[in-house]
């Protein structure tokens, strides 16, 4: 059972356009909300992250909005640039174990591909 | 420089044999990971650790095992009992609940069991 997932595998947009990448998630849990980028072969790069009571964050070309009552939540690249095409990954984690800093869980990704 | 290490980045193993990965920061993070990442999927995570002598279990622990002697390294072994072990590895540390969480990943390790 997914708990967050990513229902776009790949996701193709304009240079100079908005890209819009989604996640929904199930577990009411989850507190705290994280994007990461990747390359093949190579290990995830945190990107930006939001915690659930906040329901926007912005840093630079990206901004993340949170909607807690429909558990969704999406990022925002403005500009898309050529350097941004790579797999973005959804990620949440809650406040299972005490309080402890448990792992996170990730959907399976969106591949987005940035055409000139 | 702080960062994540992982070597190595490429192991091969021949079926039956344990093999450990190894994972070590150097950010003074408390708390440590490790997920794997098969094609067309997220990553799962297999154990974690939240201080020096402590581990838990996560999704996947079947077949794996870590230890946590030193905060800046948490080696994870493959062993024999992993059914489907060919997988890339990802390492990862955080601050702990009081960072919010955030992990920060190494480069990975792909193994592959011949």
């Known amino acids: 059972d997914q708990q967050v997932k990513q229902n776009s595998p790949s996701l193709s947009v304009q240079e100079g356009r908005i890209s819009i990448l989604n996640c929904d998630y199930t577990n009411s849990m989850f507190d705290y909300f994280l994007w990461y980028k990747k390359y093949p072969a190579e290990g995830p790069t945190f990107l930006i992250s939001?915690?659930?009571?906040?329901d926007k964050n912005e840093d630079g070309r990206f901004t993340v909005f949170l909607n807690k009552s429909a558990k969704h939540l999406s990022l925002h690249i403005v500009p898309s640039q050529p350097g941004d095409s790579a797999v973005y990954f959804c990620?949440?984690?809650?406040?299972?174990?005490?309080?402890?800093?448990?792992?996170?869980?990730f959907g399976k990704g969106t591949h987005l591909i940035i055409q000139p | 420089d702080g960062g994540i290490t992982q070597s190595p980045k490429y192991l091969f193993r021949k079926e039956g044999q344990n093999v450990t990965l190894s994972c070590e920061q150097n950010l003074n993070h408390d708390a440590m990971y490790w997920y794997r990442q098969d094609p067309g999927q997220g990553l799962r995570l297999i154990y974690y650790s939240q201080i020096v002598n402590d581990f838990q279990k996560g999704d996947i622990a079947e077949g794996y095992s870590v230890s946590r002697e030193k905060k800046e390294s948490f080696p994870l072994t493959v062993t024999s009992a992993q059914k489907n072990p060919t997988a890339f590895y990802l390492c990862a540390s955080s601050m702990g609940r009081a960072g919010g969480n955030t992990q920060y990943f190494g480069p990975g390790t792909r193994l592959t069991v011949l």
């Open positions: 939001i915690s659930s009571i906040k």
């Open positions: 990620a949440a984690s809650g406040v299972y174990s005490g309080g402890g800093a448990d792992g996170l869980t």
